[in-house]
């Protein structure tokens, strides 16, 4: 059974640091992408970052939306199988539910239960 398992939401001051972290099991082969998205209230979900995987140089192609780029970092460590969201300079208009998501074989789509994150000014 595939699980997604977020941590590391909270509530920080505008211009603060938050880490979000997502532990992936029951997928051992063919995940093609990893990635983050979030979802304001009473707004669409968004893409916010993706990491995907090119299986045969082990590395990955990033991509980050324009409203977080220069302030969010997004990693991945293969040996965990876990990915992570570094956020920097967080503003209020970040706050948001905040869901990782795993591509496996370009077509099955994962998605963890989300974290809050809560940015005051």
């Given amino acids: ?3 997604l398992v977020e941590s590391g939401g909270g509530s920080v001051q505008a211009g603060g640091s938050l880490r979000l972290s997502c532990a992936v099991s ?3 082969y063919g995940v093609t992408s ?3 998205y979030r979802q304001p209230p009473g707004s669409e979900r968004d893409m916010v970052a993706t990491n995907m995987i090119v299986t045969i ?3 990955g192609i990033i991509t980050y939306a324009d409203f977080v780029k220069g302030r969010f970092t997004i990693s991945r460590d293969n040996a965990k199988n876990t990915v992570y969201l570094q956020m920097d300079s967080l503003r209020p208009e970040d706050t948001a539910v905040y869901y990782c998501n795993v591509v496996k074989n370009k077509y099955y789509t994962y998605w963890g239960q989300g974290t809050q994150v ?3 000014s």
């Fill in 1 to 3: 059974q595939v699980q």
């Fill in 57 to 59: 140089t082990n590395s």
């Fill in 26 to 28: 029951g997928i051992s």
């Fill in 34 to 36: 990893m990635g983050w």
């Fill in 118 to 120: 809560t940015v005051s």
